[in-house]
């Protein structure tokens, strides 16, 4: 997040319907408000690892390094620039929070895991709101059974949560986990608070939204669609529609495009995102892409594996300037955690001895 932005000064409050009433109401009964206008950030840079270095407990959403390009580990910032929008989900719909997103890299110091869970019940009296915030937060120490605990209560939580500065941050720092279980957990929560469940109302609602002619609306939809295409639902269709929006002519769509094709996870994203890494005539696209291959958003490692005799081939690339070279170097680093010379030879002759 560049200098000077700051986060939302209070939160929106959604009052999402409970998922039942999504279900069944049109995508016709749908009304979104106008987001609160802002100018969109610089999005994400290259740098060192770094762990989300903020108080839970606060308000302001976590603040991004500084960058820099001489890291053999790539970390990902994504500033998720999102005006504050007010709905709810079938009467109206749900809330938009700007907040940056640091990806630890895996080689990040783990601090120590918080006591696990004694009594699962001990929750159960409290507020949905209050539920959803203490177990995020425990599942981002690590805590044993937290994880499983959103899983049993997010279906009871929709259309009762709210998006909070709190749980802005929160979710925040879940999607910075190493852990991907703690990841799925802040998608999870952050899905309920925007008021979005996997159902097709929900579904064509999103769809609709990433047509509008509201940029800010359309580029919070392709985000929100990486969001459900990770939970497994609808995922093929939405990879259609994200990478259609990766042709599109505004940098912004097809960047927001590719942080959801991240998001989503499923393995026919990645040829997507190198594509986008080689022929994006924009290099904030190019590095957003090369991000979401090597750490940023949902991929298994074998799948981010995958991606490496391509991003091999990227390094000496003559059709590619020096920026990308090296963001192909930083993202073999991130992918393979193995500390070579950004020199393409040394990198074909590891990848041989793989195989």
């Known amino acids: ?39 969109v950030p610089n999005y994400g840079t290259l740098g060192p690892g770094s762990d989300i270095q903020s108080d839970l ?23 998720v620039f999102f005006a504050l929008l007010v709905g709810n989900i079938g009467s109206a719909h749900a809330g938009w929070a700007k907040f940056s997103v640091l990806f630890a890299s895996q080689g990040d110091m783990i601090p120590p895991a918080l006591p696990a869970l004694k009594d699962p019940h001990q929750f159960d009296g409290l507020k949905p709101q209050k539920q959803a915030e203490d177990l995020l937060e425990l599942a981002v120490g ?50 309920a608070a925007l008021g979005l469940s996997t159902n097709s109302a929900s579904f064509e609602y999103l769809l609709q939204t990433a047509k509008s002619s509201d940029h800010a609306k359309k580029v919070w939809a392709l985000w929100a669609l990486g969001l459900m295409g990770n939970r497994g639902f609808e995922t093929g269709r939405i990879i259609d529609v994200l990478d259609a929006n990766r042709k599109d002519a505004d940098p912004d769509s097809r960047q927001w495009a590719v942080e959801g094709l991240a998001l989503a996870g499923a393995s ?4 997507l995102l190198l594509a986008s890494m080689h022929d994006d005539p924009s290099p904030d696209v190019r590095e957003r892409a090369a991000c979401g291959i090597a750490a940023a958003g949902m991929f298994s490692a074998e799948q981010r594996f995958s991606a490496v005799p391509q991003l091999v081939i990227y390094t000496d690339d003559p059709a590619l300037d020096a920026k990308t070279h090296t963001l192909a170097f930083q993202a073999l680093a991130a992918i393979t955690h193995q500390h070579l010379p950004s020199n393409s030879e040394a990198w074909r002759s590891w990848y041989q001895r793989q195989n």
């Open 1 to 39: 997040m560049p200098a000077g932005q700051s986060s939302p000064d209070s939160a929106a409050d959604l009052g999402a319907q409970a998922a039942s009433n999504a279900a069944s109401s049109s995508v016709s009964n749908y009304s979104v408000s106008d987001p609160v206008s802002h100018p």
């Open 57 to 79: 407990s606060g308000s302001q959403a976590p603040r991004a390094p500084k960058p820099t390009l001489v890291a053999s580990i790539l970390a990902v910032t994504v500033g």
């Open 142 to 191: 690590r805590s044993d059974g937290a994880v499983e605990q959103i899983s049993s209560r997010v279906e009871r939580w929709q259309g009762k949560l709210k998006w909070t500065p709190q749980i802005a941050t929160l979710t925040t720092a879940a999607l910075n986990s190493s852990d991907m279980r703690v990841r799925e957990s802040g998608i999870e929560v952050e899905l």
């Open 268 to 271: 026919e994203s990645i040829p």
